[in-house]
């Protein structure tokens, strides 16, 4: 299957370890990767102690550890430039542009209340919110 990953994107060391960013300009509602992987169910990810995941519908998530899987280094955002569009008929996640996106920024998407919670609230969100997550944000 093809998997799409738009050509001005690029992984590199960024302030908070591996990120995606942009090396070119990518125009808002464009599609900037998918997240793809096997399609496992939440027992088998938690078996394997799997850190690179989306979650989907019915206890099912997407395991994203392949590197070859570009999206799963695009970081958490509490002010996201991008955001994920979950086909749930195909089971496919693709993560889109939200606004106009410049080269040389980072891709971020908000991976969610309950992510945020338990994986990113105790160790501290590192976006540039301050810690403080989504309900301080405007
Ligand atoms: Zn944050």
Redesign the pocket.
Known sequence: MKRLLHTNTKVKRGAHGLGLFATGPIKKGEMVAEYWGPVVTDEQLERSRGKYFFELENNLAIDGKDRKNVARYIN????PNCEPIENEKQKRIFIKARRNIKAGEEFGYDYGKDY?DEH?KPIG??????????KKRR
């Open positions: 958490h955002s509490c002010f945020w990113i969100c590192r976006c540039g919110c301050g810690g403080k997550g989504r």
